[in-house]
């Protein structure tokens, strides 16, 4: 029985978009990560941000958003095209669009969409790390709101 089982599982094929998906979606979770820990920098750096961290959380994501463009590209199995990976490394806001409606033509809006809300929600945990972290560290949320005298 064993045997069959075995030849079956030898001859069955996961498809092949699997890992490529697998991948992705574990990029989103590590800009997940980072924004968090951008939002704790903030909180114990924001008058004075360090310019060196600043660079290394760009440059962090950046890697990140080329990276899922790779995956997903090759889930799609489609290579990036010259001008669009180099459009990706130095100005992404214009990169990224390309990408969207290079690999998918008009389709591509749906991925800004999801874009926009993906970089809405980094915001967002960004935000809430950086407020959490003020609470743990002592902050009253009374400091948050202005005092009316």
Known sequence: MSEAVDAIAETAELPRYSNKRRQKHN???TLLLVWAAQGIFLYYHFEQPDGLMQY???FTNLILVYLWCGYDAAER???IGTATAAL???LLVV???LYAFQSRGWSGLKLLGWGFLTVFSLFATMIT????TGIIDGWQVVELVPQIE
């Not at 790390?129 to 959490?132: A, E, G, L, Q, V």
């Open 27 to 29: 990029v989103l979770k």
């Open 56 to 58: 290394a959380f760009a």
């Open 77 to 79: 199995g489609k290579k």
């Open 88 to 90: 990706l490394v130095v």
């Open 95 to 97: 990169g990224w669009p």
């Open 129 to 132: 790390t950086w407020i959490i």
